[in-house]
């Protein structure tokens, strides 16, 4: 896969910038004062180990957890204290791991779910739209969600979530569970939803596929970031090949 050419971050403000952002669960702190920016165009990955702070450093962009300190941007304006659905509005949209659909509903009904917040008159340009990504969903979309497969089910999560025509789309883990050339379709789909406009940050276990379509890539150990930077240089760091790319460590020169 290919990327597309990452926009010149240096003249123009992050669409969206983290700073200083720092999260806890009770006594347990999961994020310390981590720095982020993200520009708009890119596909940005978070990789790192689990516990590492990625799924938290998403639910605190999408409003589902409350920041202990620091601040959270999006085009210059604070959101930090923003409700959930309100980002929504403002153009944030994340799909959350494990998917989450609503089982008893139709493919339909959960599409139209993403757009509940919605009062123009685009709904209907939208869900063709998504099925146009997604022809398998516009197959099965009298079927109940539930009766998916879960690589369907995966297609469905990412649909709803652009039916909110988001601004910045976050995805969590969205190749967890799925089979190999599933794994690689929804790759290519997150590349071509990046290229039709759409700002992408990418948590991802499988670094190897995310570092190949990503623009910049954050690596994240114990709530702090440790490594940050263009994906290719990311890509060729050694402690990054050993640790998530399954590479050898090096043995020194005799």
Do not use: W
């Not at 967890?176 to 789909?189: D, T, Y």
């Amino acid at each position: 896969m290919k990327t597309t050419k990452p926009p010149d971050g240096g003249a123009v403000p992050p669409l969206l910038s983290i700073a200083n952002l720092t999260v806890s669960y009770g006594v347990v702190t999961a994020l310390h004062g981590i720095d982020l920016d993200v520009h708009e165009g890119e596909i940005v990955a978070l990789i790192g180990s689990n516990g590492a702070g990625k799924t938290t450093t998403l639910a605190a962009v999408a409003g589902l957890l409350k920041p202990d300190a620091g601040s959270i941007r999006l085009r210059g304006e604070v959101i930090t204290t923003i409700r959930p659905d309100r980002l929504v509005a403002r153009g944030i949209s994340m799909v959350q791991e494990g998917r989450q659909v609503v089982p008893h509903l139709t493919v339909t009904e959960n599409l139209l779910v993403g757009a509940y917040l919605r009062v123009d008159d685009g709904v209907q340009l939208d869900l063709d739209r998504v099925f146009g990504i997604f022809p398998r969903l516009q197959e099965r979309r009298q079927q109940s969600a539930g009766s998916l497969s879960g690589g369907e089910q995966q297609m469905l999560a990412i649909g709803r979530a652009l039916m909110a025509r988001p601004k910045i789309l976050l995805l969590d883990e969205p190749s967890m569970g799925l089979a190999p050339l599933v794994i690689s379709r929804i790759f290519e789909v997150i590349r071509d939803i990046n290229q039709s406009g759409v700002t992408i940050v990418l948590v991802e276990q499988n670094a190897i596929q995310a570092l190949r379509i990503a623009h910049r890539a954050y690596v994240l150990e114990k709530g702090r970031i440790c490594l940050s930077g263009a994906a290719a240089e990311v890509r060729r760091n050694q402690a990054v090949v050993e640790s998530y790319l399954g590479g050898k460590k090096r043995r020194p020169a005799a």
